[in-house]
């Protein structure tokens, strides 16, 4: 926690961390994992999932867990084909934090993480106090709510509507991040 205090700009110093930074093994999915590495942060009135402490490339950072379904929703996402975790009913703010913190995992077109499966893998380092993002359109054939991305990187795609939407190109450097079932889709 220390590593992640010091991370903090003085502008965020100032803002609530909320969520998932002890011991969570009794979570559903996360098993051995023990420690959840990340936590939410609240800023502006948007949330965004953060690193607690620094992660290396490759290290397993949480499950994402949730109601399986068949229709995709704004916060959902895409584990398989025609199949979509997303929150159950009824769930309170506390549990959102503590359980289905994944949620507020955001877009970047330069993304620190990818899903397999259900696990989220780094794949660079990450330094404590630094958002943990993924591209939609590694898990998403189709967004629910397309947008425009404000994400800044050099690489921005611009318009994020999920695989089927993405241009050849970008297809092609989004290939070693994609989940399996888009992997095997047909366009």
């Known amino acids: ?5 010091s991370a903090l700009t003085e502008e965020q110093s100032t803002l609530v961390l909320l969520g998932p ?22 800023s502006g009135g948007e949330y965004r999932l953060i690193a607690c402490e620094s992660l290396r490339a490759g290290a397993p950072l949480f499950w994402v867990d949730g109601e399986t379904t068949d229709v995709p929703s704004r916060y959902s996402v895409q584990v398989d084909e025609g199949v ?10 506390e549990e959102i934090m503590d359980v289905y913190f994944w949620r507020f995992m955001n877009h970047s077109c330069s993304p620190n993480t ?6 989220v893998l780094a794949v660079t380092d990450i330094g404590a106090g630094e958002e943990i993002t993924f591209h939609y359109a590694t898990t998403e054939f189709a967004l629910a709510e397309p ?3 404000r994400c800044g990187s050099q690489n921005c795609a611009g318009r994020i509507a999920g695989f089927s939407a ?10 070693p991040w994609l989940a399996r079932h888009l992997l095997t889709s047909r366009l």
């Not at 930074?21 to 609240?42: D, N, T, Y």
């Not at 979509?84 to 703010?93: F, I, S, T």
Request: with cysteine; hydrophobic share 40%.
């Open 21 to 42: 930074f002890a011991e969570k093994e009794s979570l559903p999915g996360h098993g051995a994992m023990g420690e959840i590495p990340v936590g939410v942060l609240r």
């Open 147 to 149: 947008f425009d991305c």
């Open 166 to 175: 993405a241009s050849d190109v970008e297809r092609a450097r989004l290939r």
């Open 84 to 93: 979509h975790l997303d929150l159950p009913e009824g769930v309170g703010q």
């Open 1 to 5: 926690m220390t590593e992640l205090a």
């Open 114 to 119: 990818r899903i397999v499966g259900r696990q």
